[in-house]
């Protein structure tokens, strides 16, 4: 994969183990936005964290257009 092109392989894993939409679902549980619940829990070491801060990049990569 060519260099800078990292959200591609990203979203394609995400979509081979099932994942593809967790996030969301974790923050609709909770009754929050996507946004909302990413911004609340950016911060953590855990897995939502992670998946949380990837939520952001691909927000901020979606604005750039």
Not at 42 to 63: C, E, Y
């Amino acid at each position: 994969m060519a260099k800078g092109h990292w959200m591609q392989g990203v979203k394609k894993e995400m979509k081979s183990k099932g994942t593809e939409g967790s996030f969301s679902r974790a923050a609709h549980a909770h009754g929050k936005s996507t946004s909302e619940y990413a911004h609340e829990k950016a911060g953590s070491k855990v897995l939502v964290g992670k998946r949380a801060r990837l939520a952001l990049a691909f927000a901020a990569a979606r604005h750039k257009k």
